[in-house]
């Protein structure tokens, strides 16, 4: 068996020569077979190694001989985890995965990594459900994988807390408030003791608040419908006003007052530490840019979030994110003259950022698996520390020079409703721990959705299931985005980079994946009515999104617009497939899919966002981003230009309906949306260090 093969291999060891590769043929590391140097990164591989082993019952390469067992090490990946245990948690196949991997500098670059992945996965129900299984011996392997996984997290962390200098022993959290809603944007006063934050309490329009540490009452600064973005050392707010097409930047009195206008289309800003100077994120509908101060831009991207001004203003720091819309990314920093640097990357979910209170390191609260984020630093050079981790999914708002700190402890639960043809009633239709919905067929009946956080993995996994409750199907992983006219096919997409599309067959059948030319991020995609050709939202490297055609049985897509253009819900196409409805500049357009000049939409309103065509082509279904909790759904007469209210999506007292993450038929009466239940507690944390 595999055990005694192990034992066999590992007889007879060799003496020392010079030259000779070194190491048991099944465990050795890539950079071990081609005889380069090697460090604690190859045992990371080799740990890896037999890991899998022990999770398997099998190699993780394995070959007919040692010449080709080695090839298999330097060209191949091991089976999926999953497809031989199908209770393994995604946590712990994504751990092995990151021990494997062909490059040293993409592995888990210490066993404090390690450490702290298999702590955060240690407390999932998800990671006790493996050891449910009848008594077998392949069970018996995966039960002794995961008692030594328990232990060499033990061992590990014992081994570090006296090195890692990051948290003592006791942190003391304080809650700032007591209502239950959804808390944002918490920034200290200059002088540390006041707290001015953001938040969405149950019946009331979002507003900005201040409050006194210790005191449960909270005061209203009337500045409804806004966000807050930084306060400066003489007490001036920077607010992201929303006032009908989008976002605009205003600076405003921290005792309340009237705000003045400052810029549009602002999304991020922080105040440099002069008082004066400012430092913004920009949106032009398909790129965002880093301006600081006002006027200079020094970065530009798909997805810029958490925008921090170093103490000194010699830096500013954000979270970089490759998808619109999406959380994944890395934490950057770029300098005066525009160099950007990547500190720490590979995160699947960032909540948070600030720097620290000593000004030397960039603290962010984020996750690499699942959904509840803990507090992490990385200093400017990109030297990485875990610093917390509690209970929930943490979101850092902001630092004290006294080291202080202000986090919001989350609770994030994406739940899927829909209503199905010929009902009366919603169904609940979620699944997992963090679904979504991306599509739904023509007549109703079935339902497209992605799961993203504990149970879908790091690489998210796509399902679906009928409309009437049945039990949902699982297609494969990636990123689920379309269904085909007769339902025997999702459109999904892998979630790496480059990126590739995938066709997944929704009943028997294999995946399938298409060229993806000089693609390297897919952000959307739809089938064309006819089936047989798809329309791609995607980029190329250094380039911003535009729409690409697709034939489905063969050749690389071929752009059809310009990169002026955002698709915020998925692509939605006329019944004829002659157009790809759009938006630029908080306006919607059609785009021709045999490409040339788009034309505007007339009825559509600022900031409505396209959700599907109807059957005869002559409505268009928008869905407009309110302030409040629920959301609109108006129908655009595309002939006479006008504009109706169809239907209010949402639940009372249940969360807030989000965009993207509503899909309905072209009729409009059938139709699922995702409904972010989330709320938040503000809390005063001390002793983090």
């Known amino acids: 068996d595999a055990l005694a093969e192990a034992e066999t291999n590992t007889r007879g060891v060799p003496g020392t020569d010079a030259g000779k590769v070194l190491g048991t043929v099944g465990y050795m ?21 037999v890991l899998y082993e022990m999770l398997s019952g099998q190699r993780a390469f394995r070959g007919a001989s040692a010449v080709e067992t ?37 592995r888990f670059q210490s066993a404090r990594d390690i450490a702290f992945d298999l702590e955060q996965l240690s407390g999932s129900a ?34 570090l807390a006296p090195h890692r200098g990051s948290a003592p022993a006791v942190a003391g959290f304080r809650p700032i408030t007591f209502q239950s809603g959804l808390v944002n944007d918490a920034r200290f006063s200059p002088d540390g003791k006041a707290i001015v934050y953001q938040a969405f309490w149950p019946g009331s329009d979002p507003d900005i608040y201040v409050t006194l540490p210790g005191s449960p009452e909270s005061r209203s600064l009337g500045l409804k419908n806004s966000r807050l ?122 909540r948070g950022l600030a720097w620290s209170p000593d000004g030397k390191e960039i603290w962010f609260t984020a996750t690499r698996v699942g959904a509840e984020s803990s507090l992490w630093a990385v200093t400017p050079q990109g030297k990485e520390r875990p610093v917390f981790r509690g209970p929930g999914s943490l979101a850092l708002q902001d630092t004290a020079p006294d080291g202080r700190v202000l986090a919001a402890v989350q609770r994030r639960r994406p739940l899927l409703f829909g209503l199905g043809p010929g009902e009366t009633r919603e169904r609940d239709l979620s699944w997992l721990d963090y679904g979504a919905a991306t599509d739904l067929s023509a007549d109703g009946r079935t339902l497209l959705f992605v799961e993203q956080g504990e149970g879908g993995g790091s690489e998210y996994t796509a399902y679906i299931r009928g409309m009437n409750g049945s039990a949902p199907v699982r297609l494969g992983k990636g ?45 959307a995609a739809g089938f064309l009515p006819e089936g047989k050709r798809v329309v791609l939202y995607a980029n190329e490297t250094g380039q911003a999104p535009r729409l690409y055609l697709q034939d489905l049985a063969g050749g690389e897509p071929k752009p059809i617009s310009t990169e ?53 082509g002559r409505f268009l279904y928008v869905g407009y981003v309110s302030a409040n909790r629920r959301r609109q759904i108006f129908r655009v007469d595309l002939v006479r230009g006008t504009r109706e209210p169809w239907k ?42």
């Open 564 to 616: 002026r253009i955002l698709i915020p819900q998925g692509v939605q196409t006329t019944p004829d497939g002659t157009f790809v409805a759009g938006v630029w500049e908080h306006r919607v357009w059609l785009y021709p899919t045999a490409g040339g000049e788009p034309r505007s939409v007339p009825g559509a309103a600022p900031d409505d966002e396209p959700l599907r065509f109807s059957a005869d």
């Open 648 to 689: 209010e999506i949402g639940r009372e007292g249940g969360g807030y309906a989000s965009f993207p993450g509503v899909v309905l038929t072209p009729d409009g009466k059938s139709y699922a949306y995702t409904l972010r239940d989330d709320t938040s507690t503000l809390y005063l944390a001390s002793g983090l260090r």
């Open 479 to 523: 990123n689920a985005l379309a269904l085909s006219p007769d339902g025997k096919q999702a459109l999904g997409v892998n979630m790496n980079v480059p990126m590739q599309a995938i066709l997944l067959p929704t009943g028997a059948g294999q995946a399938r994946t298409l060229p993806r030319g000089p693609l390297v991020q897919i952000h």
């Open 126 to 159: 998800a990671t006790h459900v493996a050891l449910a299984s009848p008594t077998s011996t392949l069970v018996r392997w995966r039960r002794a994988a995961l008692f030594s996984l328990s232990a060499l997290g033990l061992v590990a962390l014992g081994y």
């Open 229 to 350: 973005a930084a306060i400066s050392r003489s007490g001036e707010l920077l607010i992201l006003r929303r006032d009908g097409g989008g976002s605009t930047l205003a600076q405003a009195p921290m005792g309340g007052g009237a705000p003045r206008d400052i810029l549009e289309d602002v999304i991020w800003a922080d105040w440099g530490p002069d008082g004066a100077t400012i430092a913004v994120v920009r949106d032009s509908g398909s790129r965002q840019h880093i301006e600081y101060p006002i006027g200079k831009t020094l970065h530009e991207a798909i997805s810029i979030k958490h925008l921090r001004v170093s103490p000194d203003g010699q830096l500013v720091a954000f979270s970089d994110h490759p998808f619109a819309g999406d959380f994944r990314g890395d934490i950057a920093i770029v300098d005066g003259s525009g160099t950007k640097t990547t500190l720490s990357s590979n995160w699947a979910d960032i």
């Open 29 to 49: 590391s890539p950079e071990q077979i081609r005889a380069r140097p090697v460090d604690h990164r190859s045992d990371i591989f080799s740990f890896g190694s």
């Open 70 to 106: 080695m090839n298999a090490i330097l060209k191949e990946d091991p089976p999926e985890l999953s497809a031989t245990n199908h209770h393994l948690p995604p946590g712990l196949e994504r751990i092995v995965a990151h021990c494997l991997e062909k490059n040293p500098d993409e």
